[in-house]
């Protein structure tokens, strides 16, 4: 991701760009098409030569080829700057795609843990419930129990009581 902000934060005119040169050497052209063209050697006065004429179209023809290399190199760099918005745009594409996937499976995988914990919750109450049956079907065995021991033992002081009076009539 850092490579693509470098290459979205870098200046259009890179420092090895021939862009600053060309410049330079436009200027000199200029410079140059400026002195040729107030050059006066004519015979007749104030006219400019024949040879004068000539540096001047010479002059201007290096400006109109150093126009053409500097519109060269700003196509270059027109074509470079395109090239790098495809390529972001088709990361940015990239990056919101894979944003999308990542939000929609932890929405997914969110929506699972959800249902699990809920179904954890119905069955801790299913458990709840078993146990309250089992506590409930345990206090009816020990009741149970309770008045089995106390029927026993009825039954034994009974026993008991019925061997003393049968003893005392004998």
């Known amino acids: 991701m850092l490579p693509v902000l470098a290459a979205a934060q870098a200046p259009a005119v890179t420092p090895d760009s021939p862009l600053p ?12 098409y400026r002195e040729a063209s107030a050059q006066r050697h004519s015979l007749f006065g104030n006219k400019p030569s024949k040879k004068d004429l000539q540096e001047v179209v010479d002059a201007l023809q290096g400006i109109v080829d ?3 290399q500097i519109v060269n190199v700003l196509n270059e760099t027109a074509q470079k700057a395109t090239s790098t918005s495809a390529r972001l745009t088709a990361t940015t594409t990239k990056l919101e795609s894979t944003s999308r996937d990542d939000r929609n499976l932890t929405a997914q995988r969110l929506l699972e843990l959800e249902n699990e914990a809920q179904n954890l919750r119905q069955r801790e109450k299913q458990q709840l419930a078993k146990q309250r049956d089992l506590e409930a079907e345990v206090a009816e065995a020990k009741q149970g129990r309770f008045v089995r021991d106390a029927l026993i033992a009825a039954l034994a002081v009974a026993c008991v009581g019925l061997l003393l009076v049968r003893r005392r009539r004998n």
């Open 21 to 32: 040169r060309l410049l330079a050497e436009r200027k000199i052209l200029t410079d140059h």
């Open 66 to 68: 150093k126009d053409q």
